[in-house]
């Protein structure tokens, strides 16, 4: 029986996004698309990160607000965190080292990446949330520097979308 306020529920499918040409996953966590359930500009990505990997996202900026979180998984002590992560920002590449758990604001058009998860002690969760423009805006992202301008994710990454079964 379908509930009154089933309408604001989202369980969102396990999604995996891997490169296609060496099969890499990039993403392998849950991934939800306020759009499409609410009609609302919001996505949102978690996964647990269990290994080191360098994303191969370079240094760009779009014209939305995005959020990154860092949260250790020690559920009987929340400032456990046992990595090492370095993120750049801005048009300088200032190197960030974060080592507890964090949240990054990265207000549309701030400069940032590449971001390397370089340390694994026991396992992370990284949260993502882009909050793409309220006013019909497409939402960019683009490459900052020249040598990146053709760096683009369309047709590079297979995403898979495997929804939850109860």
Same mark, same amino acid.
């Given at each position: 029986?379908?509930?009154?306020? =089933?309408?604001y529920v989202?369980q969102? /499918?396990?999604?995996?996004m891997?490169?296609k040409?060496d099969?890499?996953? $990039?993403?392998n966590?849950?991934f939800?698309k306020g759009? @499409? #359930?609410?009609? @609302? !500009?919001?996505?949102?990505?978690? #996964? $647990?990160?269990s290994r !080191?990997?360098?994303s =191969?996202? /370079? &240094?760009?900026?779009?014209?939305?607000?995005e959020?990154?979180a860092w949260?250790?998984t020690n559920p %009987?002590? *929340?400032?456990?965190f =046992?990595?090492?992560?370095?993120?750049?920002?801005?048009e300088?590449l200032?190197?960030?080292i974060? &080592? #507890?758990?964090t949240?990054?604001s990265? !207000? !549309?058009?701030l400069?940032?990446?590449?971001l390397?998860?370089?340390r694994?002690?026991s *396992?992370i969760i #990284?949260? @993502?949330?882009?909050?793409? *423009?309220?006013d019909? &805006?497409t /939402?960019t992202?683009?490459?900052?520097f %020249?040598?990146?301008k @053709?760096?683009?994710?369309?047709?590079?990454v297979e995403?898979v979308?495997?929804?939850i079964v109860k």
């Open positions: 029986m379908a509930g009154k306020y =089933d309408r989202l969102p /499918p396990h999604t995996t891997t490169t040409g099969g890499t996953v $990039i993403f966590g849950i939800a759009l @499409e #359930q609410w009609g @609302e !500009p919001m996505n949102m990505g978690l #996964q $647990i990160i !080191p990997f360098r =191969d996202n /370079p &240094t760009h900026l779009h014209n939305f607000q959020y990154l949260y250790g %009987d002590d *929340p400032t456990d =046992d990595a090492e992560i370095v993120i750049y920002l801005g300088e200032e190197e960030h974060i &080592t #507890q758990p949240v990054l990265l !207000p !549309p058009g400069v940032h990446c590449p390397e998860i370089k694994v002690g *396992p #990284q949260l @993502e949330i882009m909050l793409p *423009p309220c019909g &805006t /939402p992202r683009e490459p900052y %020249d040598e990146d @053709e760096f683009t994710t369309e047709g590079a995403i979308r495997t929804p």
